[in-house]
Each structure stands twice: as structure tokens, then as C-alpha cells.
């Protein structure tokens, strides 16, 4: 299973952007699927994870509608939805996916995309 994201780009404060994964080769359907971000000199942070059941859990505050990750599962894509944007989300996004479980450490997902930037000014 190889992951790609796209959808990444520089936005202003308030500004709404829309990551993809697509997933190539056999077997996703049996992986849960997550989003990481990365910020310049921090730690890797959980964002989302979809279970191969289709539920979500957010490891960020999603209370405010600002993050919505969802998975088509017959496309092969992760997606995540993420509006009013703040400087504070400017990071590397990541997505990711492990066959265990969905979980907030970064160390339990065996396959990582190379990830897409996103920049907020």
C-alpha cells in the first residue's frame, strides 16, 4: 500500500482548504486511516483517524466544525476538510495508516505518505 496527499497549498487566516489521500495497492480496505500534521520544530500531532468501519475520532479539537475527516472506501481516499483556517494549523500534513487500530502515536502507523504542505498568513 503506497499513500499520496494532495490538496495542500498557502491560504490567508479564515481560508478553507480540502487534503486528499489516495491509497494504491491491495488491501486498504483492512487499514484504519489517519491524518498527522507537523509544524517546523514541534512533534508529529494526530489530527483524525477513520476506522476501516467508517467511524472517526479527532485527536484535535473538532468541537468548532473546523476539521472533518471522512474515507471513501470504494475510491480509496482519505479526506480532510479543514475551514477557517489559522496560522497556527501552518504544518506538514500527513496521512497515514496502520492495521492495528487508530491511535494518537505517530510510531503505530506502518505506512506513511511523503505529505502536503500547508501554509496559513
Known amino acids: 500500500v503506497q499513500l499520496v496527499e494532495s490538496g495542500g497549498g498557502s491560504v490567508q487566516a479564515g481560508g478553507s482548504l480540502r487534503l486528499s489521500c489516495a491509497a494504491s495497492g491491495g488491501g486498504i480496505s483492512v487499514y484504519h486511516m489517519a491524518w498527522f500534521r507537523q509544524a517546523p520544530g514541534k512533534e508529529r500531532e494526530g489530527v483524525a483517524c477513520n476506522y476501516r468501519d467508517g467511524s472517526t475520532t479527532y485527536y484535535v479539537d473538532s468541537s468548532d466544525g473546523r476539521f472533518t475527516s471522512a474515507r471513501d472506501v470504494g475510491k480509496r481516499e482519505l479526506f480532510l476538510e479543514m475551514k477557517n483556517l489559522q496560522v497556527e494549523d501552518t504544518a506538514m500534513y500527513y496521512c497515514?495508516?496502520?492495521?492495528?487500530?487508530?491511535?494518537?502515536?505517530?510510531?503505530?502507523?506502518?505506512?506513511w505518505g511523503k505529505g502536503t504542505q500547508v501554509t496559513v498568513s
Open positions: 497515514a495508516a496502520t492495521r492495528y487500530g487508530c491511535s494518537v502515536e505517530p510510531a503505530s502507523y506502518e505506512i
